[in-house]
């Protein structure tokens, strides 16, 4: 599911809204793993619903401190949020 969900997220409009179901039964599946939450997280900033993907992502690293791409995934959403100086 987290790989359809990904694969999903990266192409058009139409699939970038076919992705948030698998890929919320993923991050479901998987609750103390953050990948499926960082590319969930992700799929919600392509979509514009930065709230929501900063709420995933905060979540991913909190799982995942030191995972270099959940840090750089969150970074980018907070500068996309006006938070530049945050995380």
Do not use: C
């Amino acid at each position: 599911l987290l790989n359809l969900g990904d694969t999903l997220s990266k192409g058009d409009e139409k699939q970038l809204a076919q992705a948030f179901e698998p890929l919320a039964a993923a991050a479901q599946m998987a609750p103390s793993e953050a990948r499926p939450l960082s590319v969930l997280g992700v799929a919600h900033a392509r979509a514009g619903r930065i709230s929501e993907a900063l709420a995933y992502l905060e979540r991913a690293r909190a799982l995942a401190p030191d995972d270099a791409n959940i840090r750089n995934n969150l970074g980018d959403v907070l500068i996309r949020a006006g938070r530049a100086g945050e995380g």
